[in-house]
Each structure stands twice: as C-alpha cells, then as structure tokens.
C-alpha cells in the first residue's frame, strides 16, 4: 500500500483479555518495527523484524507480549492478560533496509480498562 | 529503555518567530533524524542526517549533526500556525532500531 496501515485505530479491552494488533507495512518494505507511545513520552522500541524473522526482541517488555510476521509483510502484535499498565498508542514502522528513516502508521491506541 | 534527551519540553512562540531545538545523548550515533507528529497520527520524518557535522536544509527547517555525534539540532525560521505539533529527535547506530527523545511541543501563537 502507499502507506503503513494499521488496524483498529482503537482498542479498548478489559483487564485480562488478550488483544492482537495487525500492521501492513509499505509494499517491498524488509524491514518492520514495533513501538510503544505512552502519554507524554516518544515512541519506545519493542520488537524489530527483518523479512520473517525478529532480529531484535530486546523491547519486549515480559512474555505476554509476542509478535509475529509469518510471510515476511503483515505482522501481528499478540498481548496476552492484558494490564492497565499496557494502555497506550502502539505503533508500526516499515523501512526499505532499516537504516534511511521508518515510516510510521498512525498507530492503535490500546486502553485497558 | 534509553530516550535522548530533548529540550525545551515545550514551547509557545508567536507567528513568525524562529525557533530552536536540540538533543542530546550519553551514545555516539552514526544517524540523527528528527520527526514531527500530530495529534492522533505517527511521526513524520523531517530531515535525516549521516555524517558528523551535516547541516542539512528542508524548506524553513534546519538541522545539525554535532560533530561529537552525540548532539543534534533543529530550527525552524518563520514559524506558521501549521508547524505546531510535537518534535521528536531520534537517534540510530548502524542498523539498530531509533532510539527517540521525549519530544518538544510547540505551539504558535497567531
């Protein structure tokens, strides 16, 4: 596509549920990142794939939070129990070799109630 | 996880004044980029630098490499309403993922 998509825009969910967060990066784009925005701050980095396979998961912050990009374009971000702590504006990134800039989706804005 | 450190955190300006920026980091970086985002939106890149020193122009934006590669600036001249939002820095060595600042918001007063 012309752009990184990402869906839903928003996602409220109860304290506990699992959630799954879906990117579309820019078509031919290798490179695919994920960040978490909390209010107030700049993005921070959880996990980083290159084609299929996660080459960074140094981000992630514990085990409930999982990624996958089984055909090397759309990813998933998985959160298993989700937390109130959790709430906040995930986004995705795509770049052609992960070095010249990212752009950026508009991101999904998570809130755990 | 690691953020730069951006200053100011905020600023109000008026129309047509120029405006400056600046982040620091413990790190080297062998790139800087600074982005721009809007409410409900992502960061947009602005301007990307790749060298120690680099001054690199985008319209009424510009922007510095500091040559210790740990600092980096931007400046915007003649501010307009549409130049408010949020700015963010961002930092990269080799081909590990950015590390961002926590952002400057601006806001212009007409």
């Known amino acids: 596509g012309a752009g990184v998509s990402q869906t839903p825009s928003n996602k409220v969910t109860e304290k506990g549920k699992y959630v799954e967060l879906r990117c579309d990066p820019i078509?031919?784009?290798?490179?695919l990142y994920w960040y978490r925005q909390s209010l107030g701050q700049g993005p921070e980095f959880l996990i980083y794939?290159?084609?299929?396979?996660?080459?960074?998961d140094s981000g992630l912050p514990n085990d409930r939070f999982f990624a996958v990009r089984p055909e090397g374009s759309v990813s998933t971000l998985k959160i298993q129990r989700t937390e109130r702590g959790d709430s906040a504006v995930y986004l995705c990134?795509?770049?052609?070799?992960?070095?010249?800039?990212?752009?950026f989706g508009s991101g999904t804005r998570l809130t755990v109630v | 996880g690691q953020q730069l450190n951006q200053s100011p955190q905020s600023m109000f300006i008026q129309e047509g004044e120029d405006v400056s920026m600046n982040c620091t980091s413990s790190?080297?970086?062998?790139?800087w980029l600074w982005y721009k985002q809007d409410p409900g939106e992502g960061p947009v890149l602005l301007i990307a630098?790749?060298?120690?020193?680099e001054l690199t122009s985008n319209g009424r934006l510009t922007a510095q490499f500091g040559i210790t590669r740990k600092d980096s600036f931007l400046n915007i001249s003649a501010s307009i309403p549409s130049d408010v939002g949020i700015y963010f820095c961002?930092?990269?060595?080799?081909?590990?993922?950015?590390?961002f600042g926590k952002g400057t918001r601006l806001s212009v007063i007409a």
């Open positions: 794939f290159q084609g299929t396979g996660a080459a960074d």
């Open positions: 630098l790749y060298k120690a020193g």
């Open positions: 078509s031919g784009h290798t490179a």
């Open positions: 990134a795509s770049s052609l070799s992960g070095v010249y800039g990212y752009t």
């Open positions: 961002a930092g990269q060595s080799g081909n590990t993922p950015l590390v």
């Open positions: 790190s080297i970086f062998n790139t």
